[in-house]
């Protein structure tokens, strides 16, 4: 296990009591249960109430395009599998229930088909993927589903929450607040929510984007009635989860044509999570830019952030390699979001925090063997050196003192600070602190010009100080190796000191 320790769908059928969990933790109450008019057997009467009247000449052939489905997993393991499978849409309640309180925060596995759906689509689309599927007129679609809705006794509700008739998009913009303190000085600002999932939904359908750089979204799917929005705390590769490892999500409590949203610092679980989505989409910029190693398609790396003071720490990335761990483990970083004061962490004091625990789970990504022996000074100065690159884009004065530490802070710091060296930001960067501050408190420091990738390529194959030292003189020409010798021997002084 790697990791530091710094300082810094549920089930679809209601139970008796009509009691649901969601994804939140909290708990959902349904109401009464309605009737579904989207069952094959609900829209072949429709078709036949529509010909008996002849108002609908065209013959349609009715059969299940979509199975509204309630999966039973048997364990967490069963659970986290299933729920990583994106060719499915999952939801954490009934869609054929009413939601009273809505205040609340296909592999081996054990299911039962609940009902069997006809989903008419917009005109020219088919409505499923085999090629005998008839292409029905928008007109006949419309007539045939409001027919379904009325005699479900559905239709006059989906008038009632409509505001306008006809057909749209579903869009709409999210920001977040942005928090900083420079000398004592707060300021917030409005940003976007950047490259995170929403969904729209109406009944059995449902539609999704991701929004852009700037927070908007439009969903491609077209809704005739007001939608139902849901903020998925997920974008490839990642998700922001809760103690059972499950994504976590931010509800519209009201239904409409569009989402216009600005989650504010006030909203303490809701803007960390947001937060924490803009730190992984920072993140994920500079590993590409960097070449460190993201997550692969099939692996998501899920954060769970804890509104408390706390370490926070990456110990449960080995449960992508590890059965054993993943047992114990759901989520690979737990990051707890207050000082020792109590205070909140702001914008910039979170970016730093995950990059920082992003690097150890790169680490482990990169290296799953030699990371476990690198535990200590190796694997804290590579998780320091991301934080130092990946946050300076973006919140320079949050990390400017990481490369500039003499002994005296580097031992002194507590909580174990003597790992948490710029051993490797020394090895990139063109100053030394020795020269700077004229005192042997600092490296000296005459080694420039490797790369962030020349390191993590280093650690994918030692895990010693002296063997990365080795790995970098034989790999890599570089006119300042000679000084590496000097570099090296004033941080493993440090690491014998405090052993």
């Known amino acids: 296990m790697v990791g530091c320790e710094q300082e810094q769908v549920s089930p679809v059928k209601a139970p008796a009591k009509h009691v649901l969990t969601s994804e939140e933790g909290a708990m959902m109450r349904l109401g009464k249960q309605k009737e579904n008019a989207y069952s094959v057997e609900n829209m072949i009467k429709a078709y036949e109430n529509l010909k008996v009247n002849s108002r609908l000449l065209e013959d349609i052939d009715i059969h299940a395009t979509h199975l509204y489905v309630r999966f039973l997993p048997k364990d967490s393991l069963d659970y986290q599998a299933l729920v990583s499978d994106t060719t499915m849409e999952f939801f954490d309640f009934p869609l054929d229930y009413e939601i009273v309180q809505t205040d609340h925060k296909f592999r081996p596995f054990k299911y039962e088909v609940l009902a069997e759906l006809f989903l008419t689509e917009d005109e020219n689309d088919p409505l499923s993927g085999d090629e005998s599927s008839a292409r029905l007129n928008l007109g006949v679609l419309e ?36 928090v900083t303190t420079d000398r004592n000085t707060s300021t917030t600002r409005e940003v976007a929510l950047k490259h995170t999932k929403v969904r729209a939904y109406r009944g059995f359908k449902w539609g999704y984007d991701w929004t852009d ?73 500079q590993a590409k830019r960097y070449n460190v190693k993201l997550p692969v398609a099939d692996q998501k790396v899920k954060l769970r952030a804890k509104l408390k003071k706390g370490r926070s720490n990456a110990l449960g990335v080995a449960r992508h390699y590890e059965p054993a761990i993943a047992l114990l483990k759901r989520n690979d970083v737990v990051l707890y979001t207050r000082f020792k004061s109590n205070a909140r962490y702001e914008t910039d004091d979170l970016f730093s925090l995950v990059m ?75 100053s030394n602190q020795r020269d700077d501050h004229d005192s042997d408190d600092f490296a000296d420091d005459d080694v420039e010009g490797y790369s962030i990738w020349n390191i993590h390529r280093a650690l994918d194959n030692k895990t010693k100080l002296d063997g990365v030292k080795d790995f970098l003189k034989d790999n890599y020409a570089n ?14 002084d440090i690491k014998e000191d405090n052993k």
């Open 143 to 178: 007539m045939l589903e409001d027919e379904a809705l009325r005699i479900t006794g559905n239709l006059e509700e989906e008038r009632e929450n409509a505001r306008v008739m006809g057909r749209f998009n579903p869009k709409g913009r999210i920001t977040i607040d942005e």
């Open 213 to 285: 750089a700037n927070g908007d979204f439009k969903i491609s799917r077209r809704f005739r009635y007001s939608v139902n929005y849901t903020l998925l705390y997920e974008r490839g590769g990642f998700a922001v989860t809760n103690s059972l490892g499950i994504r976590t999500v931010h509800k519209k409590n009201s239904k409409s044509r569009t989402w216009y949203r600005r989650i504010k610092y006030s909203e303490e679980e809701s803007w960390t999570r947001a937060t924490v989505m803009n730190a992984i989409d920072g993140y994920v910029t």
């Open 356 to 430: 920082h625990e992003l690097g150890h789970v790169s680490h482990h990504l990169k290296s799953p063997i030699n990371v476990i022996l690198s535990i200590g000074i190796v694997g804290e100065s590579w998780a320091t050196m991301i934080e130092y690159y990946f946050t300076r884009p973006y919140y320079p004065e949050e990390v400017n003192h990481l490369d500039d530490q003499n002994r005296i802070d580097i031992e002194d710091g507590g909580d174990d600070s003597w790992k948490y060296t710029p051993v490797f930001i020394d090895m990139i960067d063109d």
């Open 479 to 492: 006119t300042t190796e000679r000084h590496l010798d000097k570099l090296v021997g004033f941080y493993n």
